[in-house]
């Protein structure tokens, strides 16, 4: 059975005492018995005082580190640094990191087996620009982004992995893609991980939707047979907001 997931990406957003608020009212105001796993990645810079806070209900989660083991990488978090402090999660392969620090497809491989060699947890986005849809290439864009940096990996491995799909027209601009582009992208993405590893396998594995996802639109979206939860960036920077996407299964 396909975990339901909604993840919150704060950004580079909010500071200490709002971050800690939000994030402790988030976790109050979350039953123990929810269906739904709820995570938030957070500012680095809050990950060891969010972690270490005594939330069962909510998995915090990192929005980036450098695939190296340690050394001269001025500014750069570890992976090991990470799990030191208690964090399981990352974030791999958001647009924002692709396009604005230059992360390619090879970097982002290496980023994907330094959270995988130290048992992390992933959600890696994927998911085309604009001019690529507007050319009805985004099927084949979106499958070598999976298969450059993620189908390396064997099938155990794999059970690490939660996949977004952002499409890239969709962050932060208020166009959510249609239930219709959702699902095609979706069940293709779903189709790929048949090929390329089991039947049995993708259907293990949680499938988000993220862009410009809020609470008028998620219930439809999550509403579509291979949503499997969704990935919120603005939305997820208010409780109400928040939780209200939360509970749109
Ligand atoms: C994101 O950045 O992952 C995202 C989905 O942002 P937004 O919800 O603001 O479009």
Redesign the pocket.
Same mark, same amino acid.
């Given at each position: 059975m396909r975990k339901k997931i909604v993840a919150g990406?704060w950004?580079m957003n909010l500071e200490l005492e709002d971050a800690l608020n939000l994030c402790k009212e988030i976790a109050v105001s979350t039953d123990k018995s929810t269906e739904v796993d709820l995570m938030i990645f957070p500012p680095a810079i809050y990950l060891y005082t969010m972690s270490s806070l005594p939330f069962e209900t909510l998995e915090i989660g990192a929005q980036n580190f450098y695939p190296a083991e340690k050394g001269a990488y001025t500014g750069e978090i570890s992976i090991t640094q990470l799990s030191s402090i208690g964090v399981k999660t990352v974030l791999i392969g958001?647009?924002?990191r692709r396009a604005y620090f230059g992360e390619h497809s090879d970097f982002l491989k290496r980023k994907v087996d330094s959270a995988i060699e130290n048992g992390f947890n992933i959600v890696f %986005?994927c998911g085309e620009p604009l001019n690529v849809r507007e050319e009805n290439n985004e099927m084949k864009f979106v499958k070598s982004q999976l298969i450059d940096s993620l189908f390396h990996l064997d099938a155990k491995q794999m059970e690490q992995v939660t996949i977004?799909y952002?499409p890239v027209w969709?962050?932060?601009?208020?166009l959510t893609a249609t239930i219709e582009q959702a699902e095609e992208m979706h069940s293709s993405i779903r189709n790929w991980l048949t090929d390329a590893y089991s039947i049995d396998l993708s259907n293990k594995i949680s499938i988000l939707y993220?862009?410009? %996802?809020?609470p008028d639109n998620a219930k439809e979206l999550f509403a579509c047979p291979n949503v499997d939860g969704?990935?919120?960036?603005?939305?997820?920077l208010e409780r109400e907001s928040f939780l209200k996407i939360a509970n749109s299964f």
């Open positions: 990406n950004k958001h647009s924002e %986005c977004a952002e969709a962050i932060g601009t208020g993220g862009g410009s %996802c809020n969704g990935l919120i960036g603005g939305a997820s």
